[in-house]
T-cell receptor
């Protein structure tokens, strides 16, 4: 079975541009998580969905960030406008159901904002 | 709130050396504890876990024991291999709460 799929793997953009990161969770998993990894702050949970509904978005840094999950097999994380401090690796993870079960991580998207 | 503190790296070892990566935690109640591993260019993978005090998690030769009295969950391996080179993350999860990760410890194993 395919694991969590993320695209693109690398993204370089200029400050002020819109960035959209994409994630396809493992088929049959009902929960999806977006994380951000930086040297300064480590790995932080930004938002998670259960059955396509956002449950906890308290980790979203500010209004420039938004996440959607229009169906069970696709989610996006959008940054608009992007800033250099948004440069990080963004991971998507999925689990069978909620917080209790093991999370399976995608390979990440490395975002560089110049 | 819940937090995890792990030793800074990098940890540099020769092949077949003994490995210890320290992890301590602060949490209310009885959290579950985890070690994740991140190989270069990949996402995190669950390495082992323990869900209650005195439990020992083990996988691929790695072990960690949940010590409530010292609030620790140190990762150990008796003989490391070059292929173990990666970043290791200690994490905890309270009941029905999100995972909280440590900052990660990079392990470098030379032949």
């Amino acid at each position: 079975d395919a694991g969590v799929i993320q695209s693109p793997r690398h993204e370089v953009t200029e400050m002020g541009q819109e960035v959209t990161l994409r994630c396809k969770p493992i088929s049959g998993h009902n929960s999806l998580f977006w994380y951000r990894q930086t040297m300064m702050r480590g790995l932080e949970l930004l938002i998670y969905f259960n059955n396509n509904v956002p449950i906890d978005d308290s980790g979203m840094p500010e209004d420039r960030f938004s996440a959607k999950m229009p169906n069970a097999s696709f989610s996006t994380l959008k940054i608009q406008p992007s800033e250099p401090r948004d440069s990080a690796v963004y991971f998507c993870a999925s689990s069978p159901q909620g917080l209790v079960y093991e999370q399976y991580f995608g390979p990440g998207t490395r975002l560089t904002v110049t | 709130g819940n937090s995890v503190t792990q030793m800074e790296g990098p940890v540099t070892l020769s092949e077949e050396a003994f490995l210890t990566i320290n992890c301590t935690y602060t949490a209310t109640g009885y959290p579950s504890l985890f070690w994740y591993v991140q190989y270069p260019g990949e996402g995190l993978q669950l390495l082992l876990k323990a869900t209650k005090a005195d439990d020992k998690g083990s996988n691929k030769g790695f072990e960690a024991t949940y010590r409530k009295e010292t609030t620790s969950f140190h990762l150990e391996k008796g003989s490391v291999q070059v292929s173990d080179s990666a970043v290791y993350f200690c994490a905890l999860r309270g009941s029905f709460q999100k995972l909280v990760f440590g900052t990660g410890t990079r392990l470098l194993v030379s032949p």
